[in-house]
């Protein structure tokens, strides 16, 4: 599978963003899809998590209640909508996806190209 995120850009703080990730090859309703995130002079990090049906989720302590991972399997595309932005959540976001469930995160096969988000204070 091919991912390839889209979305990102400058925003101001408690701003919000969507990002999008789409899919071309087969059975994308196959895998599990997530969501990761580098900052400038950190190590990638985990930030969300779905099941291929989309049920359950999980989210990074950072981000819980203020993200949310979606996916449209009709469209091949996974979401993921950000609030309440802070200038820590400034980083390059990455689209990931594994065969089967989406748990353990460290074990996403599959990679896009990253999309970039800084959040101006």
């Known amino acids: 599978v091919q991912l390839q995120a889209s979305g990102g850009g400058l925003v101001q703080a408690g701003g919000s963003l969507r990002l999008a990730c789409a899919a071309s090859?087969?059975?994308?309703?196959?895998?599990?899809m997530g969501w990761f995130r580098q900052a400038p002079g950190k190590e990638r990090e985990f930030v969300a998590v779905m099941s291929r049906s989309g049920v359950p989720t999980y989210y990074a302590d950072s981000v819980r209640g203020r993200f949310t991972i979606s996916r449209d399997n009709a469209k091949n595309t996974v979401y993921l909508q950000m609030n309440s932005l802070k200038s820590q959540d400034t980083a390059v976001y990455y689209c990931?996806?594994?065969?089967?469930?989406?748990?353990?995160?460290?074990?996403?096969?599959?990679w896009g190209r990253g999309t970039l988000v800084t959040v101006s204070s």
């Open positions: 090859g087969r059975a994308f309703s196959s895998y599990a």
């Open positions: 990931a996806a594994r065969a089967g469930p989406p748990e353990p995160i460290s074990r996403y096969d599959y």
